[in-house]
């Protein structure tokens, strides 16, 4: 039943589509494309409104001063001298690089690391899965706001935890020299479950005679898993890094929600200048500017994303 | 029977059995101490005195427990209400980003229109632009909506329309109904099924396990997301649950904040409870294989 019908539609769609009558066809073709546009005009709205036409905004808006009382005029390059003037700016800069790089070595690795581990324990699978991924449930601000109590010097847990070690105590977000490894600790708590269980699925479909022939061949457990495990893994572990890169160069919660930017700017990121700048100084023409550049910096990431996923596809 | 790294030939040596439960029971050690405990540590927080709180050395089990805690948090933080807000936001754009890219996807995959392909380039190339970038851009727009001139700020469509116009959804949802063999829905047009009828008879019914990818991001997606409820949603009586207790923070006594964290977290560790398994599919499906 099911084959005939689809034998008659595939026949009948070999004959009038391609051959068909010219007339009849471009009518056809026409009311198909009208019945598409409406079901896309939805989408084509929203993403208009609240996608497009914010993304041309924000390349106008870096060189205007924007208010809500006069028109917007154009101040050319103002707002990009002035948000660089600014002696945060450099900071900002320097202590986003420096947190990137701080939550690639933890929360790069560390994943990795843990999933090969993983991949190998034969019992407690499943409650092992389950327990790394919970804090990435978590909303980020409960995350955030109980490390903060955690962060306590006095009565906080980690503190209370080197006491019982005999170790001194340390001041985690009021020394300039532990505020940022601070937010680099939650970060990687809060984030590290979901690329643990993405390079869990990868290592599984790991091919078995690989690690069998490498074993035949007398390479130890390193080199097994330098020689099979990491290149047979090696598009996801890039798409990681592209995407890791992407998310923490705009880290924002963690220092709103922990320092305020403080000790001393020691851990204003880029993306919280530009909120102090547009919600906090009323300039949003500022706060533009910053999210241009940090845009262009991200661009080269995100297109290189594109092209590895797609390559990979194919 | 595949094999991993190591064989279980080697597993199964005197000496490989030794090594293995010993790694078995440091990582579950570990990993219980690194993200269960942290957890507990919280739920029993709530339960100490300010006094108990502020002790040294710690006590690891409450002393005099106060589960009524959780009863003073609730009411004097309002949680109920900001819940409540934070349910009403996620389901909203829950269902506006099912009705808006399910359709759009369909056309794109199915029906391919006149520039279909450049309006699909368009949609994805969106997803170059780091989302934080356009806060500001988007706020301006949610704050007074081009042509319409209306103010969204503190309504659930400053929450909601921006949710709808996702890129990452009309991919995924694409990419699966072009899977679709068009047999099948032209079949169904012989018979006189409109596109519509088709969509919703023969294409939702086998999309289901992407549906509830693109679902399970949506919902989590607003659940978690900060600073953009932050931005567009200021009034006291508007906020989310996250922003709502974060701006009361400061003024709220430790014992009674804590409590409110925990129970901030208890919907999404229910909701991981009952969807483990999609979540964690929808992971791997959202990852990679373009």
Redesign the interface.
Same mark, same amino acid.
């Given at each position: 039943m099911t084959t005939t @019908?689809?034998k008659? /539609?595939?026949s009948?769609?070999s004959t009038s589509h391609p051959a068909g009558p010219r007339r009849a066809g471009s009518r056809h073709a026409l009311r198909?494309?009208l =019945?598409?546009?409406g079901?896309?005009c939805? /989408?084509?709205i929203?993403?208009a409104?609240? =996608?497009?036409?914010? @993304?041309v905004?924000?390349a106008l808006?870096g060189f205007q001063r924007?208010n809500f009382v006069g028109r917007s005029e154009w101040v050319g390059l103002d707002n990009f001298h002035r948000v660089a003037g600014d002696p945060a700016f450099g900071k900002a800069w320097l202590n986003t690089l420096e947190f990137t790089g701080l939550a690639l070595l933890c929360g790069y690795v560390l994943p990795f690391v843990t999933a090969?581990?993983?991949?190998?324990?034969?019992?407690?699978r499943a409650?092992?899965? #389950?327990?790394?991924?919970?804090?990435v449930?978590?909303?980020? /601000?409960?995350a955030v706001?109980?490390f903060?109590? #955690?962060y306590d010097p006095?009565?906080g847990?980690f503190n209370?935890l080197l006491?019982?070690a005999h170790l001194p105590g340390l001041n985690w977000l009021d020394s300039t020299s532990t505020a940022l490894l601070s937010l680099v600790i939650v970060s990687t708590?809060m984030n590290m479950g979901?690329g643990t269980? @993405?390079y869990l699925?990868a290592?599984q479909s *790991?091919r =078995?005679e690989l690690? $069998?022939a490498a $074993?035949l061949d007398g390479a130890g457990?390193l080199r097994? @898993?330098r020689h099979?495990?990491i290149p047979q893994t090696r598009?996801?572990l890039l *798409?990681?890094l592209l995407l890791q890169v992407?998310a923490t160069?705009?880290v924002?919660?963690e220092p709103?929600?922990l320092t305020g930017g403080g000790p001393q700017d020691a851990t204003v990121s880029v993306?919280y200048l530009?909120?102090l700048y547009?919600?906090r100084f009323n300039s949003?023409g500022g706060?533009?500017a910053l999210?241009?550049m940090?845009?262009v910096v991200?661009?080269v990431f =995100?297109?290189a994303y594109?092209r590895v996923?797609?390559d990979?596809?194919r | 029977m595949t094999r991993t790294l190591i064989s279980d030939r080697a597993l199964n040596t005197p000496r490989g059995r030794v090594i293995y439960w010993t790694v078995l029971v440091t990582v579950i050690a570990l990993f219980t101490a690194i993200f269960v405990f942290p957890l507990y540590w919280m739920a029993t927080g709530a339960m100490k005195s300010s006094g108990e709180l502020a002790r040294t050395p710690p006590t690891l089990f409450p002393r005099h427990p106060h589960p009524g805690v959780y009863g003073d948090a609730w009411r004097r933080l309002y949680l109920g209400r900001f819940l409540l807000n934070t349910l009403e936001y996620a389901a909203g754009a829950w269902l506006l980003q099912l009705a808006v890219c399910v359709p759009a996807a369909y056309a794109l995959s199915k029906l391919r229109p006149l520039l279909g392909r450049a309006v699909l380039g368009m949609m994805l190339a969106t997803l170059m632009i780091p989302s934080t970038v356009l806060l500001v851009p988007l706020y301006l727009t949610v704050r007074d909506v081009p042509i319409l001139h209306v103010n969204l700020l503190n309504t659930p469509f400053a929450i909601w329309l921006p949710a709808a116009a996702n890129a990452f959804s009309v991919f995924l949802l694409k990419r699966f109904f072009d899977s679709i063999p068009g047999e099948l829905l032209e079949a169904a047009a012989i018979d006189g099924a409109s596109s519509w009828r088709i969509l919703w008879s023969i294409v939702l019914p086998i999309s289901r396990p992407i549906i509830a990818v693109v679902s399970i991001f949506a919902v989590v997606g607003v659940w978690k997301d900060f600073v953009w409820p932050l931005l567009v949603l200021p009034d006291g009586n508007k906020m989310t649950v996250s922003v709502a207790i974060s701006s009361l923070s400061e003024q709220t006594p430790q014992n009674i904040l804590i409590a409110a964290l925990v129970i901030a977290g208890i919907p999404a560790v229910a909701v991981f409870l009952v969807f483990q398994r999609h979540i964690m599919a929808g992971l791997t499906a959202g990852g990679l294989k373009g």
């Open positions: @019908i689809l008659k /539609a595939t009948r769609r198909r494309g =019945s598409a546009y079901f896309l939805g /989408a084509l929203c993403f409104v609240f =996608s497009w036409y914010p @993304i905004r924000e808006l924007t090969i581990v993983l991949n190998e324990l034969r019992h407690a409650y092992l899965r #389950f327990v790394v991924y919970l804090p449930m978590l909303p980020p /601000a409960v706001l109980l903060k109590w #955690f006095g009565p847990l209370q006491h019982l708590w979901s269980l @993405i699925a290592l *790991v =078995s690690y $069998e $074993e457990l097994r @898993i099979v495990t598009l996801i *798409v990681m992407i160069m705009q924002f919660v709103y929600l993306v530009m909120y547009a919600f949003y706060g533009s999210g241009l940090l845009m991200l661009m =995100s297109a594109l996923t797609r990979g596809g | -």
